[in-house]
Nanobody, 117 residues
Framework: QVQLVESGGGLVQPGGSLRLSCAAS????????MKWYRQAPGKQRELVAV???????NYADFVKGRFTISKDNAKNTVYLQMNSLRLEDTAVYYC???????????WGQGTQVTVSS
C-alpha cells in the first residue's frame, strides 16, 4: 500500500553533511510513525531516529546533536539531515513507516552512506 524510496546517500569526507530523503507514494497520515534505521557491514540493524505519530522525536545517543529528523506532509517526505559525519556512520540507511493503528510496517530499499577520507 505504501512504497518508500530513500535517496541522498553517497560518499562524503569526515565532518561532512548529507540529507537523506524518504519519499512515500501515498500520504503519510498521523497514524504513521516514521523511523530511520541503519546497518553497517557485520553489525546488526540499529535505530537512528523516530518521529512519532504524535509528532514526538527521539534520537539514538550516538547521533544526538548531529542528526535531525523532519517531515514535510505536503511532499509526503521524511528527511534525515546528517551533520558532522564520522567514519562509524558508514552504513546502509533505511526508512521505515509503521501504521500504529493497523500494525503494518513498510520499508524502503535503503541508501548507502559512506564516510571516508
Amino acid at each position: 500500500q505504501v512504497q518508500l524510496v530513500e535517496s541522498g546517500g553517497g560518499l562524503v569526507q569526515p565532518g561532512g553533511s548529507l540529507r537523506l530523503s524518504c519519499a512515500a507514494s501515498g500520504s503519510i497520515s498521523s497514524a504513521y510513525a516514521m523511523k530511520w534505521y541503519r546497518q553497517a557491514p557485520g553489525k546488526q540493524r540499529e535505530l537512528v531516529a523516530v518521529i512519532g505519530s504524535s509528532g514526538s522525536i527521539n534520537y539514538a545517543d550516538f547521533v544526538k546533536g548531529r542528526f535531525t529528523i523532519s517531515k514535510d506532509n505536503a511532499k509526503n517526505t521524511v528527511y534525515l539531515q546528517m551533520n558532522s559525519l564520522r567514519l562509524e556512520d558508514t552504513a546502509v540507511y533505511y526508512c521505515n513507516a509503521v501504521n500504529v493503528v493497523l500494525f503494518r510496517s513498510y520499508w524502503g530499499q535503503g541508501t548507502q552512506v559512506t564516510v571516508s577520507s
